[in-house]
């Protein structure tokens, strides 16, 4: 049987068009999985004041260091980070640091975020250069003296911060990896849920015990597992339905900064990710911690 040839006009054509196919499949692969992530990382309720311009920043987070401001992310050259590279992105959410080499305060979760792997950052970025560009300048934050300084951030740093991207335990199933990544790192759950210390930093010996002068003075639970101050006497259906819904055992509504967090992202995760982050948080340490009466 004769063998079958192409041309060489043919294949010269042929191999142009998968070249050029390839990246353009990847690219749209890298934005969609990106959006996956912008959503389970809860950028778009601190990213948007209500009414306004999705992603372009300006929602302000009171704490008790001052009023802070969250950035324009959109594309936009001027005024956004349509200027960034893959590295300064990279440095940002891995180190806390912005692409003029300031430190930027840690009310941005980037203590969480350092966790997050290159390829996941990447996505999001594709994700987020994806998007219309909105030009809206930055608010100036609202934080009195010395608390105002960056350059203070370093020796914070040294103190309480911890570079790296997340490490599985390898005696764990690959299920509570990765609740742990989704926790930890992307989702940064403890950055509201545990309490902080007089220079803001999280508490370890208290990771996701609740407080009651969480973001905005709110108070916000105990999500370990004892069974009287936290979700110990849930099961774990209930949280996962909790995490869709926004709706709890007891079939109240969860408010505030929590059901931004369902209505703009969580809802969107698959079941096997909300499962893995319910198996996750109930295979943590019990800790007796009451918010209410704290």
């Known amino acids: 049987m004769r063998a079958f040839r192409l041309p060489r006009v043919g294949t010269v054509l042929l191999l142009l068009a998968l070249t050029q196919a ?26 948007t004041t209500a009414g306004g311009q999705q992603l372009a920043g300006g929602r302000a987070l009171a704490t008790p260091f001052g009023t802070f401001y969250s950035p324009n992310i959109t594309p936009d050259p001027e005024t956004g980070i349509g200027r960034w590279t893959d590295a300064q992105f990279l440095r940002a959410l891995r180190e806390g640091v912005r692409p003029d080499g300031a430190n ?9 975020f350092t966790g997050i792997t290159d ?4 996505a999001i970025k594709a994700y987020l250069f994806s998007l219309p560009a909105v030009r809206q300048h930055n608010r100036p934050h609202d934080v009195a ?21 997340f490490q599985p335990a390898p005696e ?13 790192a992307l989702g940064h759950c403890g950055e509201c849920h545990t309490p902080r210390n007089f220079l803001g930093a999280v508490r370890s010996d208290q990771r996701l015990a609740g407080t009651p002068v969480g973001p905005d003075g709110q108070t916000v639970p105990n999500i370990t597992p004892d069974p009287n101050t936290g979700i110990g006497k849930w099961e774990k259906d209930d949280l996962v339905q909790l995490l869709k819904t926004g709706t709890t055992p007891e079939q109240s509504k969860v408010k505030g900064a929590m059901r931004e967090t369902i209505q703009d992202g969580l809802k969107y995760l698959s079941d096997d990710d909300l499962e893995a982050i319910a198996n ?8 007796v911690h009451d918010v209410v009466k704290d």
């Not at 930027?104 to 969480?112: E, H, L």
């Open 22 to 47: 390839a990246p353009a499949i990847g690219e749209e692969d890298a934005v969609e999985r990106g959006e996956y992530l912008v959503r389970a990382g809860g950028c778009f309720s601190c990213h």
């Open 104 to 112: 930027y305060f840690p009310v941005f979760p980037y203590p969480s």
């Open 119 to 122: 390829g996941d950052v990447l």
């Open 145 to 165: 003296f010395p608390f105002s300084w960056r350059f203070l951030q370093t020796g914070w740093k040294l103190l309480f911060f911890t570079p790296g991207p």
């Open 172 to 184: 764990r199933s690959a299920a509570y990896n990765r609740g742990a990544y989704l926790v930890t």
């Open 280 to 287: 996750y948080l109930f295979a943590q340490p019990a800790i």
